[in-house]
């Protein structure tokens, strides 16, 4: 998939988890919903950070192409020393390590750890960067006729302010770990569900997608999950922008009415 429907994507689970909370009697306070579909828009971004042409890499200048050349290299190099027999050979390492369910689990948690331990300037760092791939893949006509320099003042200047929302008492800064020193802890969720919807979304593309590494499947530990082939579609073709953008849209909305109680 392309970086707008992997965004939207991202944002309408965010909210489907806000309508399944709320029908079960924990109805997310909006800040959290707000601020969980926001992130996980911009997570579900992030796994392409192994591809040197993505939305990811063009979103902080030099330091974005410079990290994806780097994870590029490191998951050739981590493809190379774990395929099996029937894994076939490649030349990058696009679509591995950061396309697998491991990756999505480690990357969370390192979200968390650095909210925990890095206070509010930890938690201002993962809204800003999770922000600026949100506006990057919701927005991404504007961003992409826009300077990078005013992208980056509106996610820095956004992130102070869900922050300050957030901190105030009621407003989620605590939601569903609620020991003392334990808020924020909840930020890697979204960034969990962002990095498996972005790797769900792939899974239904031609190549399909090794969420399930290092869980080897017959005679490949590699093995690209996917549909039957006649349903899977190219990346950026007609049945992702004119049925399944629309639905996610479609879907978001539904969410969000449910999640906030309208209905």
């Known amino acids: 998939m392309m970086g707008p429907a ?89 679509r591995t390590l950061t396309h697998t369910w491991l990756w999505a689990v480690l990357i969370g948690a390192g979200a968390s750890a650095v909210a925990y331990t890095g206070g509010q300037w930890g938690v201002l760092a993962i809204l800003f960067v999770h922000l600026v791939l949100a506006v990057e893949g919701l927005l991404w006509r504007a961003a992409r006729v826009s300077s990078d320099v005013l992208v980056w003042l509106l996610g820095a200047t956004s992130a102070w302010m ?4 957030l901190d105030q008492p009621g407003n989620g800064a605590n939601w569903l770990f609620t020991d003392p020193g334990q808020e924020y802890l909840w930020l890697g969720l979204p960034i969990v569900l962002g990095a498996l919807v972005h790797d769900i979304g792939d899974a239904l593309t031609v190549s399909g997608c090794p969420i399930l590494w290092p869980i080897p499947l017959g005679r490949k530990r590699w093995y690209p999950l996917g549909p039957p082939k006649a349903m899977r579609f190219r990346a950026g073709a007609w049945v992702e922008v004119k049925v399944l953008m629309p639905v996610f849209m479609l879907l978001g909305g539904v969410g969000a009415v449910f999640a906030l109680n309208l209905v």
């Open 6 to 94: 992997h965004s939207l994507s991202g944002a309408a689970a965010w909210l489907g988890v806000g309508a399944a909370a709320a029908a079960a009697g924990h109805t997310m306070p909006w800040p959290v919903l707000v601020v969980g579909a926001l992130i996980c828009a911009g997570a579900a971004l992030a796994p392409d950070l192994d591809h040197k042409a993505a939305t990811i890499s063009r979103a902080f200048g030099p330091v974005s192409k410079t990290l994806c050349e780097i994870v590029d290299k490191l998951s050739y190099a981590v493809y190379k020393a774990t395929r099996k027999p029937g894994d076939p050979r490649r030349t990058g390492g696009h």
């Open 162 to 165: 869900l922050a300050g929302i």
